[in-house]
């Protein structure tokens, strides 16, 4: 068995582009999909999709753990880059749907059978960038509480939120106070026993990111995530250490050795390991078995299409210190045209039935993809008050 050809398939939809990747074999029907969505830089990881095919067409697609060492290691530059990592991930996801396709067994069986019985999923609450309501954090508190009320009545049981702006290096204390308005709004709002998470996108300073947390702790929060750049493990390691709620990052760690360096200091309690970005279930699943021996665990960052969904979820089954998904239901209304899933979604407390269908228990439809040709992402340009650069 060879594979014969990889395929682009970019989908836009609304926010981000979809990469879909599939590899063709040279056995009649039988076939991957895997996904590299990477905001910014679709046409990147399409050339670099195109650049690991010279790679590996003609190759076994049974020897998964072989081929992913080739497009790794192979042609001088290591894979960690982002743009390549999210290749390698995206032909290693469709690898490994064929695996389970040729075993006629969904990928969790592959790899020891289902841990659970269900996996959790939590919303992000969207609704914008909170600097655009900063001079009025009142108002804005109260369309956060708004919004998560709206995502618990959807059934969740847990979300996500951007409760804290952006910020300089140092600011004085009216973005804490704004941020720990909102957050105290959506408590009010849905009671104790509802898990709230508070992302702040790795844009505060380590100083800031400790504030924000200590200013958040006392509503109890699921996790916080971001509190600072992830390139600043002790910064991360210090909020962690000073603050109750854990502390949350990874997606966009791509490399096993900084994964490594985030556990070992510490610098997180909840490792959110993309499984498009960080080389896939061959990489992923070591990440996995590092943040076992830290007992950290596992939130995977999600908020792509509908293959890097399926992967989270076929992942989320076969790994025991998974604790939630984080899932787009939203996003565009003719996803379910483009997509059949092998999974089931329950809407009250919107738990996920694993898939019992072969491989990632998905088919795309190609028709329909084509319906939704590229778009470039809208730019995004970030500054703060004074001119100067500040984080997306
Ligand atoms: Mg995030």
């Known amino acids: 068995m060879k594979i014969t050809a990889i395929q682009v398939h970019v989908c836009h939809a609304r926010m981000r582009n979809w990469v879909f990747v599939k590899v063709l074999t040279s056995e009649p029907g039988l076939w991957g999909w895997g996904e590299g969505t990477l905001e910014w830089h679709t046409r990147g990881v399409v050339g670099s999709v195109e650049d690991l095919a010279d790679l590996i067409v003609g190759e076994d697609p049974r020897r ?29 996801i469709a690898l490994w749907d064929i695996a389970g396709k040729i075993a006629n067994q969904p990928c969790h069986q592959l790899w020891g059978g289902a841990v659970r019985d269900y996996v959790r999923t939590y919303c992000h609450l969207g609704g914008g960038r909170m600097e655009d309501f900063y001079e009025t954090p009142v108002d804005n508190a109260k369309r956060f509480g708004d919004l998560a009320l709206a995502a618990v009545a959807d059934g969740f049981t847990a979300f996500k939120s951007m409760a804290v702006p952006s910020t300089m290096p140092l600011e004085g204390q009216q973005p804490i106070r704004a941020a720990e308005a909102c957050v105290r709004a959506m408590r009010e709002a849905v009671g104790p026993d509802i898990d709230i998470m508070v992302d702040c996108h790795a844009r ?72 498009t970005h960080c080389g896939g279930f061959t990489e992923g699943r070591r990440v996995a078995a590092l943040a076992e021996a830290y007992r950290i665990a596992l939130a995977p960052h999600n908020p792509q299409g509908p293959v890097s969904t399926a992967a989270s979820l076929e992942f989320g089954f076969s790994q025991p210190s998974y604790i939630i998904c984080e899932t787009v239901h939203a996003d565009v209304p003719w996803r379910s045209d483009v997509v059949t899933e092998g999974f089931t979604v329950e809407r009250k407390g919107r738990i996920v039935r694993a898939n019992t269908k072969p491989g990632l228990g998905i088919e795309l439809n190609e028709a329909e993809i084509k319906k939704h040709p590229f778009q470039p992402e809208t730019v995004q340009r970030v500054f703060h008050r004074d001119g100067s650069v500040g984080d997306w």
């Open 204 to 275: 505060p300073s380590p100083a800031m990111g400790l504030q924000f947390g200590k200013a958040l702790d006392p509503y109890g929060l699921y996790f916080f995530e971001e509190p600072c750049w992830p390139e600043s493990v002790e910064g991360l390691a210090m909020i962690n250490a000073a603050i109750t709620t854990p502390v949350a990052t990874g997606e966009r760690v791509t490399r096993l050795s900084d994964f490594r360096d985030l556990f070992a200091r510490r610098a997180c309690d909840v490792c959110q390991l993309d499984l």
């Open 64 to 92: 998964i753990e072989h081929l992913w060492q080739m497009m790794h290691r192979q042609h001088f530059w290591h894979g960690h880059g982002v743009v390549r990592a999210t290749a390698i991930s995206a032909i290693d």
